[in-house]
């Protein structure tokens, strides 16, 4: 435990412009994230939110847990044959030949795209328009987008503190902690540029979509039939933090898919979480730039705040 404090605390590099514009960022939205949990706490206790109204709203959706499973299960696939393709890569091919390229067709494209048309094709056999299936209302788009920032900026504060709390957790344990892929090909001098902005315009795009689609829009509606709002929630966020495979992020990924998860059942709409999903993921891809030089001397225990 003592050479995972010295690690996390010891480093050399100076502290650069961006490094200043990263923290401030990071302060700002947890000083504004803590204001809006305090308003929103004030307007709960003022106001009689009618839960058990917006949990009949999910449960109206339809979804029943053989669809889910379809979904699940090309999903698990995916990432099985993922994983396998890399570990052969590994284990075979030289290291010149191990870039990522086969990471991100993958787990990046193959995986929410195969989500994608899988969603599409269930709509089709049941003939369900997306506000029927998922909540998209055109009217209601910018209100639901203002909804979803609010949300976002209040998820920060328990982020980062539960964040914290399970990495001195994993300190404690000794538990060595790496970076998740997409934040070290991000760092990688070695990589091309369009990889890197192929892979951030993939993980604010089509991945929030296709994730919040099946683990919100899917999978919450199938679960709601068979528990009440709260196991719903903590289960479909226990799934969607399962499913990364990334055992030093899993309570990060968990708070965040909670958050997301309550921001569905509140709006009504798949538009919510997937703003949040876009955001969260666009502030990590932002902060791994920003902090590049400073990554590679600090641990990589550090990536585990905020899910990164």
């Known amino acids: ?31 504004a994230g803590t204001v809006a949990d305090v308003v929103l706490l004030v307007l709960c206790l003022r106001r009689k939110l009618d839960w058990p109204a917006r949990f009949a709203r999910l449960q109206s959706r339809g979804w029943t847990w053989r669809e889910a499973g379809i979904i699940l299960f090309a999903m698990t696939f995916l990432i099985a044959a993922f994983k396998a393709c890399h570990m052969t890569a590994e284990l075979l091919l030289p290291g010149q030949l191990r870039q990522p390229a086969m990471g991100l067709l993958l787990a990046l494209v193959l995986l929410p795209q195969l989500t994608a048309l899988a969603l599409i094709g269930l709509l ?31 998820a920060w504060p328990p982020l980062v503190l539960g964040s914290l709390a399970y990495l001195l957790f994993l300190i404690w344990l000794d538990y060595p902690i790496q970076r998740q892929e997409v934040v070290q090909w991000l760092m990688d001098p070695n990589l091309p540029l369009w990889f890197k902005l192929a892979l951030a315009g993939i993980a604010v795009t089509i991945v929030p979509i296709s994730e919040e689609c099946f683990f919100r829009g899917v999978n919450m ?8 709002p709260a196991p719903t929630v903590l289960f479909t966020s226990i799934l969607f933090a399962m499913a990364h495979f990334q055992v030093a992020q899993f309570a990060p990924l968990l708070l965040i898919a909670m958050a997301l998860s309550v921001a569905y059942l509140y709006t009504g709409s798949i538009v919510a979480p997937i703003v949040m999903h876009a955001a969260f993921n666009a502030m990590g891809i932002l902060n791994s730039l920003l902090l590049r030089e400073l990554y590679r001397d600090l641990s990589p225990a550090l990536s585990v705040v905020g899910g990164w």
């Open 124 to 154: 089709r056999r049941r003939r369900a328009p997306a506000r029927e299936a998922f909540g998209i209302n055109h009217d209601g788009l910018a209100a639901n987008i203002g909804k979803a920032l609010v949300f976002y900026v209040a």
């Open 1 to 31: 435990m003592t050479n995972a404090w010295s690690q996390l605390l010891s480093f050399t590099t100076p502290v650069s412009p961006t490094v200043r514009i990263s923290a401030g960022l990071m302060i700002a939205l947890f000083l």
């Open 221 to 228: 509606s199938a679960a709601s039939k068979l528990v009440g």
